[in-house]
């Protein structure tokens, strides 16, 4: 996720860092070098029919709304999955203090804390589709040779709990608030794995950038008469806010994935480990932070 201030005139100018612009440069230099054909041609030939704005007005009106809903469709996905990752860090620190309060003994408390981070960072690799660093690899320990291992963690963290209640370490109520808890985990974890399967229909894509291009291919005609040579460049903003628009979408409806605009799911990960090392007896890792405006 990019980490940045409000951008000032220059950077609005020159930020390349979190922008669609190097995504989306070469079918923009490509509409307009084939608006400054379409230019040369009719100054040349004169072969172009004339067509006046507004029919391109009502045309454009329309791509507009429908990007404009498609991007609140993109961004909804992406803000309910930082909502989804802020309950698990809330989920986090409250496991590790009603562990604190149930369970008496302590190597049973840090296995559970152990297997809690580990279930975060599995579940975190499963989102991204991803390997697993040594670290986590070491952690996580034979949870990787499950088919799921995410749900596996959970599946430990619950006989343990089960375990320490039949060893008279931990009492009914505390195991009864400690599986409410595990039930909370898994239901964002669900929730985050309907989002990262279950795409945006791929009609959207295909009718949003179709239309672009068929808009824009077309808008030359239009502008050719009372724009002359500026017409390459009144194409080529218009086709960076709608295809800057129609890539944006893109990113936001992929929450979990590598892209800059993605969510900060190592540095979420990170927060728990500082959040739970106290109850670990740790000294907390440093927070990460942003390289280059991004945070991962």
Request: glycine share 8%; charged share 20%.
């Amino acid at each position: 996720m990019i980490v940045r201030n409000k951008p000032g005139l220059w950077e609005l100018a020159f930020a390349m860092r979190g922008s669609v612009l190097p995504h989306i440069a070469r079918p923009l230099l490509s509409l307009m070098i084939i608006a400054a054909v379409m230019v040369w041609v009719e100054s040349t030939w004169h072969p172009l029919p004339v067509i006046e704005a507004t029919p391109f007005t009502v045309f454009g009106i329309a791509l507009s709304l429908f990007l404009g809903f498609r991007n609140n469709a993109a961004y909804d996905r992406w803000w309910e999955a930082r909502r989804l990752w802020g309950g698990l860090l809330a989920d986090m620190r409250a496991f590790a203090r009603e562990a604190e309060i149930f369970v008496s003994d302590e190597p049973a408390r840090r296995e559970m804390l152990e297997t809690a981070l580990a279930f975060l960072h599995l579940h975190r690799g499963s989102l991204r589709r991803q390997a697993h660093d040594a670290e986590v690899r070491a952690q996580a320990g034979d949870l990787l040779d499950t088919p799921h291992p995410p749900d596996a963690a959970l599946d430990r963290l619950g006989r343990l709990v089960a375990l320490a209640l039949r060893g008279g370490t931990m009492d009914g109520f505390g195991a009864r608030t400690l599986s409410a808890r595990l039930a909370s985990l898994a239901l964002q974890q669900a929730g985050c794995e309907r989002i990262a399967g279950t795409p945006l229909p791929y009609v959207y894509s295909l009718l949003i950038y179709r239309t672009t291009y068929l808009y824009c291919l077309l808008l030359p005609l239009a502008l050719v008469g009372p724009a002359g040579w500026l017409t390459p460049v009144f194409v080529g903003i218009v086709a960076y806010v709608f295809l800057g628009l129609a890539e944006v979408s893109e990113e936001l409806s992929q929450p979990f994935g590598e892209n800059l605009n993605a969510l900060p799911l190592d540095a979420i990960c990170r927060t728990a480990e500082i959040s739970l090392a106290p109850h670990l007896g740790r000294t907390a890792p440093p927070p990460l932070m942003p390289q280059d405006f991004h945070l991962g």
